[in-house]
Each structure stands twice: as structure tokens, then as C-alpha cells.
């Protein structure tokens, strides 16, 4: 069983232990740099989304994403509309 994904409910996947963050390296690592967000684009948006009532276990509630790759790609958007 994966316990890191109990651990901190309004916690993103690098907050966790080493294998959240190489999970977290590995989806990123797939975006192609083109498609990469700004270093700080992608830190405003993460801030936005660990504050927003949303965050679970480092996951979206409103859309099911992945919030730090969801907030990795250029193209992306909040569902909620927050960024």
C-alpha cells in the first residue's frame, strides 16, 4: 500500500516522502520544455491551489488532476478558474 498518499491531506506531492517527489519527477519529467511553465508561473499556481479547498492528497478534487502537473504545463488551466 502507498502511504504517502495518507499522510497530508492538503499536502502536494513534493511535501511527501522520496517516492511522492520521484512520482512527481517522473510526470514532469514527460512534459516537453516548450510546454513548461515558467518557473514562476508554475510556483504562483501551486500556491494558488494550496490554498484552495480543493486540494486533497495532492490531487484536484474539482477535475481529478495532479495539481503540480496540471500547474507544470504552459497550456494548462484551473478548473475553478483561480489561474
Not at 516548450?34 to 474539482?62: F, N
Amino acid at each position: 500500500m502507498d502511504d504517502y498518499r495518507h499522510i497530508c491531506p492538503r499536502c502536494l506531492f513534493r511535501d511527501m516522502d522520496e517516492k511522492a517527489r520521484a512520482e512527481l519527477k517522473t510526470y514532469l519529467d514527460k512534459i516537453k520544455e516548450p510546454d513548461r511553465a515558467d518557473t514562476d508561473v508554475y510556483e504562483k499556481r501551486l500556491s494558488i491551489c494550496k490554498s484552495c479547498e480543493k486540494l486533497h492528497e495532492a490531487t484536484c478534487d474539482a477535475c481529478g488532476c495532479y495539481v503540480e502537473f496540471r500547474a507544470y504545463s504552459r497550456h494548462s488551466h484551473c478548473p475553478l478558474k483561480k489561474w
